[in-house]
């Protein structure tokens, strides 16, 4: 059974700084490049940025890059998400997600999402 979970998150002040962990299971990780989605209150799915599956390209949101940075170890089958400088507008749920073998972006499994709020 695939499964993906989520933690790290948590309420920061402007300008902190957090990091998300994904902890995998059920699939051969390595085999997948995988995702982070976000959802502010009140609006659809946000795609934030997408790491392949040695870890060796990533790819970023054009508004977040330079502020986030998603990582991988495939020893520990687990995905990592780095958010610097964080603004009011980080404010979501964010979740990791896994896509269907040979895509890149069509998602078949999500993890349960981990709340961040930025706010003072």
């Known amino acids: 059974e695939v499964q993906l979970v989520e933690s790290g998150g948590g309420l920061v002040q402007p300008g902190g700084s957090l990091r998300l962990s994904c902890a995998a299971s059920?699939?051969?990780?390595?085999?997948?490049?995988m995702s982070w989605v976000r959802q502010a209150p009140g609006k659809g799915l946000e795609w934030v940025s997408t790491?392949?599956?040695?870890?060796?390209?990533?790819y970023y949101a054009e508004s977040l890059k330079g502020r986030f940075t998603i990582s991988r170890d495939n020893a520990k089958n687990t995905l990592y998400l780095q958010m610097n400088s964080l603004k009011s507008e980080d404010t979501a749920v964010y979740y990791c997600?896994?896509?269907?073998?040979?895509?890149?972006?069509?998602?078949?499994?999500w993890g349960q999402g981990t709340q961040v709020t930025v706010s003072s």
């Open positions: 059920g699939f051969t990780f390595d085999d997948y490049a």
């Open positions: 790491i392949s599956m040695t870890g060796g390209s990533t």
């Open positions: 997600a896994k896509p269907r073998y040979g895509t890149r972006y069509e998602y078949d499994y």
